[in-house]
């Protein structure tokens, strides 16, 4: 009988970082092991976001919890044997559990292995797992100097996209790209600001934005009401690969502090990337292949950019050349070896 490996994530509704990384890791493994792929929330008319692209082997099911995080805990507390004696009659002893959602680590059956995905929620139970990855070097050490009982438990993993690398160097025409979840008003200003700039300066461009959020319908208005309409391009999550392949430019704004797999996907797509986010994630994958500047730096950044075609030509190049760092096969072999370390 095969060795089940488990992936427990938060949600299959929505494309999210942390699912394309879990089910590419997942979809990979279906040769080898029995994979299991759990979603906490429930899934929308039982179909997993066919974006995911899984392997028809890869067993799907949903622990149904409350969206709300308290109420999710409270559920949680309620019914905590029950779902332990959920998880328990699923698997067998020295199965495998991968985690990259906040869930109970008691809950797992104590008689199998369990290994936690940093890098997409805040925990601080570390030692409640065999083994952690880290998908930033720089975590990684943090984290073994905060917890130095631990660090022989801290592994590093390289992020990969679910796009295989390209090396594109034409130009797209200025076409600018960011993807964003328009969670508030200030985002979407920002981006018709960096429009209205580009236009007082006569410079031909698209400003492509692959977005959802709350703030969807106030975007699109508020385009309208600039005139902009010709200047934007606004599609969904799903259309983000056709988009990199059209690109120039990514521009990078988010406020989260959690890996930016959008990242890893500009670089191996050869896009260029400028930001002007505080996530620390983002300036550790953006050596050699971007450009970090402060907020108010931002539009004149892109302006010079799209100005100096040469630059431009070798932010590209410099960008495919920096993609060998995200070789889905050297991350996924190390998967490998560490499910193997795991076995024994």
């Not at 943090?142 to 390289?158: A, C, G, N, T, V």
């Not at 402060?294 to 495919?320: C, G, H, P, W």
Request: glycine share 2%; with cysteine; proline share 2%.
């Amino acid at each position: 009988m095969k060795k089940r490996i488990f992936f427990i994530v938060q949600q299959l509704n929505l494309a999210g970082s942390a699912e394309f990384l879990v089910t590419l890791m997942a979809s990979h493994l279906t040769d080898d092991y029995d994979v299991f792929l759990y979603s906490l929330e429930s899934i929308d008319k039982g179909k997993v976001h066919p974006s995911f692209n899984l392997n028809s082997r890869i067993r799907i099911n949903s622990l149904n919890l409350p969206l709300n995080y308290d109420d999710k805990l409270k559920y949680i507390a309620k019914n905590k044997e029950e779902i332990k004696e959920f998880l328990k009659h699923s698997a067998f002893e020295h199965d495998i559990f991968f985690s990259c959602t906040r869930f109970d680590p008691d809950l797992i059956p104590a008689n199998c292995s369990k290994v936690w995905l940093d890098g997409f929620e805040d925990i601080d139970d570390y030692e409640k797992y065999d083994a952690s990855i880290f998908f930033s070097k720089r975590v990684l050490q943090e984290k073994s100097l905060q917890y130095p009982s631990l660090k022989d438990r801290f592994i590093y993993l390289s992020p990969c996209a679910r796009f295989k690398a390209v090396e594109d160097f034409k130009f797209h025409g200025n076409n600018l790209l960011a993807v964003t979840k328009l969670e508030n008003k200030k985002r979407c200003e920002l981006f018709v600001n960096i429009a209205e700039e580009l236009k007082k300066l006569k410079l031909k461009f698209l400003m492509t934005v692959s977005c959802q959020g709350t703030y969807l319908s106030y975007f699109q208005d508020l385009v309208n009401q600039n005139n902009l309409s010709d200047s934007f391009k606004i599609i969904s999550f799903d259309e983000i690969q056709e988009a990199l392949h059209n690109a120039d430019l990514l521009i990078y704004t988010s406020e989260s502090k959690f890996l930016p797999m959008t990242l890893v996907e500009a670089i191996v797509n050869s896009v260029p990337i400028i930001s002007s986010s505080k996530n620390e994630y983002a300036k550790e994958l953006l050596q050699d292949c971007g450009v970090v500047v402060r907020d108010d730096e931002l539009v004149q950044s892109i302006i010079n950019i799209l100005k100096d075609k040469i630059k431009l030509s070798k932010m590209k190049f410099a960008t495919y050349e920096s993609s060998n760092r995200f070789s889905s096969k050297e991350t996924l072999k190390s998967l490998v070896n560490l499910i193997s370390i795991l076995e024994k």
